[in-house]
């Protein structure tokens, strides 16, 4: 899934350059895939979410920039917010360890739904970030959207 040209990351390069040394290789070798970690796949499922909504409600998400980040800052207490929405510069910021460190885990999870509860656990989050800067319940936003599930 391509990533919507409006959700940003939070600047972390794919590869790191240590001590000058130059650009480190993949894990995997020049001739296998990349390997998915578990940001990229965080990015991913805010971008899917974000181009959602944006399809559900275009005149209200137009302007609307996502962005995700690792942690907010200044967080030196312990209570980390998950989201933060400027609604005057019309932006998110995603919190990815607070949202996926933090939240509750299912003991019963199989490995089958883990992936699909992750996915669901974090576009809930998108979905209430998007409901506090349009002041809107967050099950209003697509009231369809886990009707099969």
């Given at each position: 899934m391509a990533r919507s040209p409006r959700v940003r990351t939070s600047g972390r390069a794919g590869f790191r350059d240590r001590h000058g040394r130059g650009l480190r290789s993949s894990a995997t070798?020049?001739?296998?895939?990349?390997?998915?970690?578990?940001?990229?796949?965080?990015?991913?499922?805010?971008a899917g979410a974000a181009q959602y909504l944006r399809e559900?409600?275009?005149d209200e998400l137009d302007d609307v920039v996502f962005e995700v980040a690792g942690l907010p800052h200044g967080a030196a207490d312990r209570t980390f917010e998950r989201w933060h929405v400027?609604?005057?510069?019309?932006r998110i910021?995603?919190?990815?360890?607070?949202?996926?460190r933090l939240a509750r885990q299912h003991e019963s999870r199989q490995a089958g739904d883990a992936e699909w509860l992750h996915r669901a656990a974090v576009e809930g989050y998108v979905f209430r970030a998007v409901g506090d800067l349009l002041g809107k319940d967050p099950w209003d936003l697509a009231p369809d959207?886990?009707?099969d599930h």
């Open positions: 070798g020049p001739h296998l895939p990349f390997l998915r970690t578990r940001s990229d796949l965080f990015d991913d499922i805010v559900l409600w275009p400027d609604p005057v510069r019309r910021v995603l919190y990815r360890l607070p949202i996926e959207r886990y009707r």
